[in-house]
């Protein structure tokens, strides 16, 4: 009796040991075609990326075309952006909000370049035109359904004013999104520190002292302070010629 036991046992350990190679055969396959298809999907992840930033370049180039500083003033302003960002809250930092830093101004193809290229002050109505470019730019993203709201953000509030005085809706303080805060510092450090029509390129240390001037009013006072020392470290020539 004792050997039929034996015998049992034996061939039960057997069959185990076969049902555990079985097992581990198909966790195996199941891994590696895991894998696999992580792969495949990786892959056109990046692919479709690669499209949508086609897509966001096309849109920017142009904006370049309608205006030369424009141009320029992108790529300086998606580099500042970013670093900003991540000084203030590497989480933010996304593809994405790139997007939104590269079409802030894609609404200036419909306003006219004598607008665009005016050495002076403009009329009220001359205003109102050049304000309609932040609408118009949403308009013409809308279309693109891979945009989030931190770019969609920055299209909409890069000139909102931290008291509420921006436009187009008037908000103030954390009801503006931290993305457009952040933008916002680094769109007005570009523009005081590149000619311009209408006035020379500022020194990049006045261009600070205006937006400490700023702080509070036009800017978020905390990210004008970690701008502040940031900036130095940027790549940014004395002065700056679009």
């Known amino acids: ?44 992840v990046e692919e479709r990326r690669a499209v949508d930033y086609s897509m966001v370049q096309t849109l920017a180039f142009m904006v370049d075309a309608k205006d030369a500083y424009t141009g320029s003033h992108l790529e300086r302003c998606r580099t500042y952006g970013l670093a900003l960002a991540e000084a203030v809250d590497a989480d933010m930092v996304s593809p994405e909000l790139e997007y939104g830093f590269l079409l802030h101004d894609v609404g200036k193809v419909v306003v006219p370049e004598a607008i665009l290229d005016k050495r002076g002050p403009l009329t009220r109505d001359e205003e109102g035109v050049m304000r309609t470019h932040v609408s118009v730019g949403l308009k013409i993203v809308s279309p693109l359904k891979f945009l989030t709201h931190e770019a969609l953000d920055v299209i909409r509030c890069h000139h909102e004013w931290f008291n509420g005085e921006g436009y187009p809706e008037g908000l103030r ?9 952040v933008f916002s510092v680094v769109d007005a450090f570009d523009a005081m520190t590149t000619d311009r029509p209408y006035r020379n390129a500022l020194p990049p240390d006045l261009a600070l002292e205006r937006l400490a001037a700023g702080a509070g009013k036009q800017f978020d006072p905390d990210v004008v302070e970690v701008f502040t020392g940031l900036a130095h470290l940027l790549p940014v020539p004395e002065i700056q010629i679009a």
């Open 1 to 44: 009796m004792s050997e039929d036991i034996a015998a049992d046992y034996v061939m039960d350990l057997d069959r185990t040991r076969e049902q555990l190679l079985v097992f581990a055969r198909e966790v195996g396959e199941a891994y590696r075609r895991e894998r696999r298809q992580k792969a495949t999907l990786d892959r056109l």
């Open 173 to 181: 303080h954390a009801s503006i999104p931290v993305s457009a805060r």
